[in-house]
């Protein structure tokens, strides 16, 4: 039987939707998930995200939180939506990124991992990609998607704690803008940030002075 490495931030992320009670969702993996390095349109599949697929098949988390939720994208036996949109997005926004991305889930915005940033043991980084604009705007989230988990439940109990949605439920705090005193905590992803790793996929917001600010709170500059 094949040993799954420990995800203490997806784990993290079930506790939190549980204890906050949070809507969850899930499905069993296919029978064949996509394995470490597999190709997916041409690029190898993240090992992180390997492990998540031979757990689950599908998954949503607060999914009532308008615009907070977050969608696992479904791969199992019945559907292929993992690949469906893979071939989409390789179709219709590597090119105007200007880096090849895997796509993996969200809900307003798109959380894709960044192949060509893998580390010594293949672990890709997490960026939010934003295609409401007329060009795409993309973020770094995490060093790796156990990361990005992580980082994601820690928001979850941010928001939740808010006074304004305590009072009304109105989604007053927003990721990844929001939460940059946490995503400074993971030292992988700002050595990135600081050496300029995802300047390619950053080039339609290098010039907003919002993403300057942001990028200095999580990297301490």
Known sequence: ????????????????????????????????????????????????LADV???????????????????????DDQVHKLKENNRWWRENWWEGLGEPVIVFGGDIYTYATVPSLADALGRQPVVEVDTYEPEAHVMPVASNVDRFFDSYSHYLEALAAHPRYQKSGDRELL???????????????????????????????????????????????
């Open 175 to 221: 990721f990844p803008w929001d939460m940059a005193e946490v995503l400074a905590r993971d030292e992988q992803l700002v050595e990135l940030i600081r050496a300029g790793r995802f300047e390619s996929l950053m080039k339609n917001m290098q010039e907003s002075n919002a993403t300057r600010r942001w990028l200095a709170k999580v990297t301490g500059r």
């Open 1 to 48: 039987m094949e040993v799954l490495m420990p995800l203490p931030g997806l784990e993290r992320l079930f506790d939190v939707c549980l204890r906050l009670k949070l809507s969850v969702e899930t499905l069993p993996p296919a029978r064949e998930p996509p394995r470490a390095g597999c190709s997916l349109e041409g690029l190898p599949f993240d090992p992180v």
């Open 53 to 75: 697929y031979a757990r689950l098949g599908y998954a949503a988390f607060a999914t009532e939180l308008i615009g907070a939720g977050w969608t696992l994208d479904r791969s």
